[in-house]
Nanobody, 122 residues
């Protein structure tokens, strides 16, 4: 059974940093496209960043230059380093994975984690 488990969320002041981790289990995702989405209260879930199996990243424009997605295929884990956080980044952040090595876009894959809360205070 595939499971994606996020960690690293929390409360941080504006301008601060957090690092999210997503550990995958149940199968290897070393050849799969993975990514992060987020959902703020009262809003639709939105794409944040994606990464191909070879490490090529893709970001939504509002996080470019502040967030960095990376992966460690040996650990079956993907990360999201978030710097210069602002209150608009407050949301539940979800890890996402595709079944295959698709081209990275803002479309989600088939697998989701349970989410981790990120709250940025002003």
């Amino acid at each position: 059974q595939v499971q994606l488990t996020e960690s690293g969320g929390g409360l941080v002041q504006a301008g601060g940093s957090l690092r999210l981790s997503c550990a995958a289990s149940g199968r290897t995702f070393s050849r799969n496209t993975m990514g992060w989405f987020r959902q703020a209260p009262g809003k639709e879930r939105e794409f944040v960043a994606g990464i191909s199996w070879s490490g090529n990243p893709y970001y939504r424009s509002s996080v470019k230059g502040r967030f960095t997605i990376s992966r460690d295929n040996a650990k079956n884990t993907v990360y999201l380093q978030m710097n210069s956080l602002n209150p608009e980044d407050t949301a539940v952040y979800y890890c996402n994975a595709h079944r295959t090595a698709v081209v990275v876009t803002n479309l989600p894959g088939e697998y989701w984690g349970q989410g981790t809360q990120v709250t940025v205070s002003s």
